[in-house]
């Protein structure tokens, strides 16, 4: 795995759009993730209130909530680290990179694990900012800092690491098969922002079939990917959420990942690459 690693961090590391789009993700976690309480702030100096409540005391930044707000609002930005792993898929097979290995003697084991490398390195980085990130902004705003209450939450830092990986092994699936790179991130992200998203809704929602078909939704590859974590805020308007994860969840998740990656072995095994 580290020669694997290091086979496309070579490719990677004085490769400009890389470090662009990588950075351009982790200032919008920042900024979205910890700059809530500057939201609420801009909201009462505006007059805004909710029923007499000054919108600052609303504990958005509490221990133990902080982990699923901040990972949920995190993983609106997976897209961007899917558009990295789409370029450089597409890098290897426009350049004839990845032909170019395979000559030169690296299995296609190890081209597969130099992506699933990069899926983990980049997945790793953005969860240990937004766990570091978490604990600095919890303990400036929380009112409870005692260590059950840090650690109670935290399955959620997890679901987001494992939601990234998922995610982003989808875009090198649709990488691999899309030749040209802008039309596999269009694609994508239309798939996973509009497509899919109207298509559950109307499994859903939609009079008369919706009683018959509102499970079919959590099955679908980006619902399931999304449905890891919940929507929070809910709470703060004296709705009930979930707050846990159940186990169908990941399991349906983690089929999705099994899926993504025996499709990339399957078409990476049929591709004559020596040709």
Not at 81 to 105: E, H, K, L, P, W
Not at 110 to 119: G, P
Request: glycine share 6%.
């Amino acid at each position: 795995m580290i020669r694997a690693f290091t086979l496309e961090w070579l490719k990677l590391k004085h490769y400009r759009i890389f470090w662009v789009l990588f950075g351009i993700y982790l200032l919008a976690q920042l900024v979205i993730t910890n700059g809530g309480m500057f939201f609420l702030e801009w909201l009462r100096d505006l007059g805004a209130d909710f029923d007499g409540i000054d919108p600052t005391i609303i504990p958005i930044y509490d221990f133990p909530d902080i982990w699923q707000n901040t990972s949920y609002l995190g993983s609106f930005g997976k897209i961007l680290i899917a558009f990295i792993v789409i370029i450089s898929v597409n890098n290897d097979i426009s350049y004839n990179t990845m032909r170019q290995n395979i000559i030169d003697g690296v299995s296609k084991k190890e081209f597969i694990l130099s992506k699933f490398s990069l899926v983990l390195f980049l997945a790793f980085v953005c969860t240990a900012l937004l766990f570091i990130s978490g604990l600095v902004t919890g303990f400036i705003y929380s009112s409870v800092t005692d260590i059950k209450y840090i650690l109670d939450g935290l399955e959620f830092v997890f679901a987001y690491f494992y939601q990234l990986v998922v995610f982003s092994m989808l875009a090198f699936l649709v990488g691999l098969v899309i030749k040209k790179a802008g039309f596999a991130i269009v694609l994508l992200f239309f798939y996973s922002s509009f497509l899919e998203p109207i298509a559950t809704a109307i499994l859903q929602h939609a009079d008369p079939i919706k009683d018959q078909t509102e499970w079919l939704a959590k099955f679908f590859p980006v619902y399931s990917i999304n449905n890891l974590i919940h929507v929070p805020f809910l709470r703060y308007f004296f709705q009930e959420i979930q707050d846990t994860i159940l186990w169908h969840e990941w399991l349906i998740a983690t089929a999705w990942l099994g899926i993504f990656t025996y499709l990339i072995v399957f078409i990476l095994n049929k591709k004559d690459l020596k040709a």
